[in-house]
């Protein structure tokens, strides 16, 4: 009889287990509202704000965003470590959206990632027809790229700003923020180039932990197209395929397009070539690109 007992607890205790982890996992799942606040508009380069309240009872873990297609816009990976919170986020759209395509944007909340409890709201930006604005550059002077690094032959395209390959080794920050570099080098004359195919090797540039990839390509275009140019309009029309990383044998009144890490495309107008590979010796650009 006392075996009895024993089993008839044992299986009492192995029945209440069950039910108290049966009602543990019922949990609720994590809510989400997501309301668009806000837009510039739906152009390339516009700003579209969004308000998401996210709560539950539990607590939260992470707000994320996933876009369709990927990489046409900010994304958004954010902790979150609290039962509600209402964010404002603004998604912006880059240069590489097709205009009159759709982008799908998947917001999701997450409560806990182990049991995969999660919620989430898509919202969808039809990107608008029409033409985008650009910033013009008026005429400056980047001097010969030099083996002792002493040239201003770096340009910086967000702060307008020539550097010497001397500055960026006195500040590194200063690397990510290189776009492009004049040289003149052997057979391939005077050259426009990246800081990922800088042909100087003893000026520092080639040690830089970040160089960036600057796209080029020399396009079929005039200075009165160049001078008209009021949109991006020519340049998502030109500045196509572009896969280089130089532009070499350049000469006065050429035109180059170019393609930035960041996505920003536009067209550089070569002004005069002064010299060759001597100290002194420089180019003179200009240019448009996309806002």
């Not at 910086?156 to 040289?183: H, K, Q, R, W």
Request: glycine residues 8%.
């Amino acid at each position: 009889m006392k075996k009895i007992n024993v089993l008839f607890f044992a299986i009492t205790i192995a029945i209440s287990t069950i039910i108290v982890t049966g009602c543990g996992d019922d949990i609720d799942p994590p809510t989400i509202t997501v309301t668009e606040k806000s837009h510039t508009g739906y152009y390339r380069n516009d700003t579209v704000t969004y308000e998401i309240i996210v709560s539950t009872n539990e607590k939260l873990e992470r707000l994320t965003t996933t876009s369709v297609p990927a990489g046409l816009g900010s994304e958004l990976n954010m902790d979150l470590d609290g039962t509600s919170k209402t964010v404002e986020w603004d998604y912006i759209i880059n240069n590489s959206a097709i205009v009159g395509a759709g982008i799908d944007i998947k917001f999701t909340v997450t409560q806990d990632s182990k049991e995969n409890e999660t919620n989430d709201v898509t919202k969808t930006i039809t990107v608008a027809t029409g033409a985008g604005g650009i910033t013009s550059k008026s005429a400056f002077t980047l001097y010969v790229a030099l083996g002792d690094g002493s040239s201003d032959c770096l340009w910086d395209i967000s702060n307008t700003t020539a550097y010497s390959p001397d500055d960026v080794a006195a500040n590194s920050s200063l690397e990510s923020s290189i776009d492009f570099g004049y040289n003149y080098f052997g057979s391939d004359n005077a050259t426009i180039a990246a800081p990922s195919n800088w042909n100087v090797t003893t000026d520092g540039v080639s040690s830089w932990g970040t160089k960036n990839p600057t796209k080029f390509k020399e396009i079929t275009y005039t200075s009165s197209e160049y001078t008209a140019m009021t949109d991006d309009t020519d340049i998502v029309a030109n500045v196509t395929g572009l896969t280089e990383t130089e532009v070499t044998n350049l000469s006065a009144g050429d035109f180059i397009g170019f393609e930035t890490v960041g996505g920003k495309k536009g067209i550089i107008k070569v002004g005069t070539i002064t010299g060759t590979y001597n100290i002194g010796d420089n180019i003179s650009l200009e240019y448009k690109i996309q806002q």
